[in-house]
């Protein structure tokens, strides 16, 4: 018996744009790309600029119709308008009406989703306090900071209980503690059972909560997989060893059973930025070997 479908399935897309010049030429800027989004997971979505990662996110919400190929959002064919009753979007830059406070922006937002009477203001009490904003209820947007503006986005995209949440830059601009804070609702939502696509420049940041993640290159996945493997360096291998002194050092292969615990024994791991420069680097000379994709 087949289980239930992933969060997101995108499957051999392509999309390509017929630029608006004299001599029309056609640009292609995402190029047979596949990737799968699992309930419940965060998933990180990387690339340089014009890598196509906007391309693809527009077409999962509906926003641009693919040349080629399929998406879909649990299983449902993302160009149907129902699919996206389960997605919650928060842009890199979001739009919102400044004079309303942050309350009545989450009514607002709570109304055009059906939320109304008692439900609809105990949500907003509800996602106030997820995202720290109940100080700050009744002032206006036009007095919030960067951060407090991106973490009231985030409560407007989940104020219809979404299964799906894509979050394009949400830390763009945004001071370290606010960054903390809305790293932390990143996993709140996860904790929730969220799925949470996640884009954004801040390697650190993805390396941090990601668990699986795919870079995007001239449109076409380079590197896909569970990020903890991606990051690992095959061919060493690293000893950690508690109470170890100089000496022990200099003969660990043959005395560690003996005179040492053996923490744990693993690979080595780059960086996510290290695994990003080398994988765009590699493919803009042509180097990048057999992938290692899942």
Do not use: W
Not at 110 to 128: M, Q, S, V
Not at 208 to 217: G, Q, Y
């Amino acid at each position: 018996m087949n289980g239930p479908p992933p969060a997101v399935s995108i499957r051999n897309l392509t999309k390509v744009f017929r630029t608006q010049t004299v001599r029309r030429h056609f640009v292609t800027a995402v190029k047979n790309l596949s990737l799968e989004v699992q309930s419940g997971e965060i998933f990180g979505l990387i690339g340089p600029n014009g890598s196509g990662k906007s391309t693809t996110m527009k077409v999962l919400l509906g926003l641009l119709k693919p040349t080629e190929g399929t998406a879909a959002i649990f299983g449902r064919d993302s160009a149907k308008v129902d699919s996206r009753n389960d997605v919650g979007f928060l842009p890199e830059n979001p739009y919102f009406y400044k004079h309303l406070s942050g309350e009545e922006t989450l009514a607002f937002y709570g109304k055009l989703c059906g939320l109304r009477g008692p439900a609809l203001r105990e949500r907003i009490h509800e996602l106030l306090t997820l995202v720290d904003l109940q100080h700050a209820r009744e002032r206006r947007l036009a007095g919030y900071s960067k951060g407090m503006l991106q973490r009231i986005g985030l409560a407007q995209a989940i104020i219809h209980r979404p299964r799906l949440v894509v979050l394009d830059e949400p830390t763009a601009g945004v001071d370290p503690a606010g960054s903390r804070k809305i790293r932390d609702l990143i996993f709140e939502l996860k904790a929730q059972g969220i799925s949470v696509i996640l884009s954004s420049h801040l390697l650190e940041q993805v390396q941090e909560v990601c668990d699986r993640v795919a870079i995007i290159f001239r449109g076409e996945t380079v590197r896909s997989g569970v990020l903890a493997d991606l990051i690992s360096i095959e061919n060493q291998t690293e000893l950690v060893l508690e109470g170890a002194s100089p000496a022990l050092l200099e003969k660990v292969r043959l005395l560690v059973a003996e005179e040492a615990r053996l923490v744990s024994v693993g690979r080595p791991r780059r960086t996510l930025e290290r695994l990003f420069l080398e994988a765009t680097d590699g493919e803009e000379r042509g180097e990048i070997p057999a992938l290692k994709n899942d």
